[in-house]
């Protein structure tokens, strides 16, 4: 005795949940049906409203969150300067980093940075003279603050534009680190005390 099986090929037949087994979510920039997608918020109620933002106030996974500075709102307007000055309130995420981390720190450091602020950060990189006006990052050691330090990166200053397309929140935090290891170390002290001359003098 022969028996044959068959069934439907309608593969969404089978699933129990086929909207959520066959995810109808759009790729951000892929093509959408305009008769039933737009972009324009005067259409909202009207069509699906999809603007390739996303949500106000996400972040993407494994993104550090933004990098804040928030003046004294009873102090009135606040420059560029002052923000700076505020952004040294800000800590670096990262306690330490990895030895792989800081030699990958470095390499962007010195295919970002050092083409104006030089291979130690000293302000003699091949570009310093051409753009003018570049700080040693290093000089007085310790230098600037880590908040500062990120924040200039960041949203640039003077001649330097802002570095945020370039390097991720984490890339810019792990060069701030790699800078210390540019900072000169403390001097420490080789000269012997002079050995102490007796009080007593002796007559002759």
């Known amino acids: 005795m022969t028996m044959v099986f068959t069934g439907c090929g309608n593969k969404e037949g089978r699933a129990y949940m086929p909207d959520m087994a066959y995810s109808r979510a759009y790729e951000t920039y892929a093509s959408r049906d305009s008769s039933i997608f737009t972009g324009n918020p005067a259409d909202i109620g009207h069509k699906i409203f999809y603007n390739n933002l996303p949500p106000a106030g996400t972040i993407k996974r494994g993104e550090l969150f933004p990098h804040s500075v928030v003046p004294d709102p009873t102090k009135g307007a606040v420059d ?16 330490s980093i990895s ?8 390499r962007l450091f010195n295919i970002n ?24 990052i290093v000089a007085g050691s310790p230098g600037y603050s880590d908040g500062r330090i990120f924040y200039v990166m960041t949203y640039g200053q003077n001649t330097m534009g802002s570095y945020a397309s370039q390097l991720s929140r984490e890339q810019r935090w792990k060069i701030v680190k790699y800078i210390r290891t540019l900072e000169p170390k403390a001097a420490t002290a080789t000269t012997a005390a002079a050995p102490k001359t007796d009080s007593v003098a002796t007559k002759k």
């Open 80 to 95: 560029s300067n002052a923000l700076i000055t505020l952004s040294a309130q800000v800590k670096n995420p990262y306690d």
């Open 99 to 106: 030895a792989a981390d800081l030699r990958e720190a470095g």
């Open 113 to 136: 940075c050092g083409i104006c602020h030089g291979v130690k950060a000293e302000a003699n990189g091949p570009m310093a003279a051409k753009v003018g006006g570049v700080k040693s």
